[in-house]
Every structure is written in C-alpha cells, then in structure tokens.
C-alpha cells in the first residue's frame, strides 16, 4: 500500500492570499491537480462577485515546502446588447395571450 502525501493549497485573490495550514492527503499528481481546480471552482462558486474580471490562483506546496503545482482561473462577464434600447416592464411581452 502506497502512503499518500499531504499538499497545502495556498488561494491568492486579488485582494489577500491565504495559507493552507491543514493540507490534504492527495494519492499522485493527478488528485493534486484534481484537488487544485476544485478549490478554485468553490471559492469562485461561491463569491463570483469578489472575483469577477480579478484572478483566483492556488498554488500547491509539497511537505517540505517547495511550490509543485499551480491553478488560476479567471471569470469575466460582459453585456453582448449594449446597443440595444432596454426593455422596459410596460414594453416587454410575456407571450402569453391576455
């Protein structure tokens, strides 16, 4: 049976980077990778606000220390109308007939 190593999973914001003390126990590179993007899509998930057009980094540190794996993502959202008149409550159709 194979020990499997603890790595610590560091999130960086534009605004605060915050250490992991407690670490995860991942089995190979691909559960570390696995866990990286999972940590980036929960954060993000969960305040897409705070992180909107700012980047959401984890950096992955290995036991001893040395940074061994990295993770961004970056959200962006943009109105594709902006051309267009607003629609108003009093203009909108609901399409349904009256």
């Known amino acids: ?9 560091d999130v960086h914001d534009s605004q605060v980077t915050t250490l992991d003390e407690y670490g995860a126990e ?5 559960a570390v990778a696995d866990e ?5 899509c929960e ?3 969960d305040w897409p606000q705070r992180h909107l057009h700012h980047g959401l980094r ?6 001893s220390g040395h940074i ?4 961004s993502i970056q959200l962006s959202a943009q109105w ?3 051309d267009r008149p607003a629609t108003t409550p009093s203009t909108r159709t609901s399409g349904i007939a009256a």
């Open 1 to 9: 049976m194979r020990l499997m190593a603890r790595y610590f999973f």
């Open 26 to 30: 991942c089995a190979d590179r691909a």
């Open 36 to 40: 990286a993007l999972r940590v980036l």
């Open 43 to 45: 954060i993000a998930g």
């Open 58 to 63: 984890v950096t992955v540190r290995d036991g």
């Open 68 to 71: 061994v794996h990295a993770a």
């Open 80 to 82: 594709l109308d902006e």
